[in-house]
């Protein structure tokens, strides 16, 4: 396992994760997750405020 440097998909910061961890699609944060309209659960679901 070794760390390496990966952007966000979204905004495009710097994220450092282990090598066994990259996905084809990373985000640095729930926001951008959302903004990008990706779902990491598969769920369809948000929460209303």
Do not use: F, P, R, W
């Not at 760390?3 to 979204?10: G, R």
């Not at 495009?12 to 996905?23: L, P």
């Not at 990008?36 to 929460?47: E, F, N, R, Y």
């Amino acid at each position: 396992m070794e760390l390496v440097k990966v952007y966000c998909e979204n905004c495009g910061s710097e994220i450092i994760v282990y090598d066994t961890h990259v996905k084809k699609h990373m985000y640095c944060t729930i926001h951008c997750l959302e903004s990008a309209g990706g779902s990491s659960s598969g769920s369809d679901q948000t929460a209303s405020t």
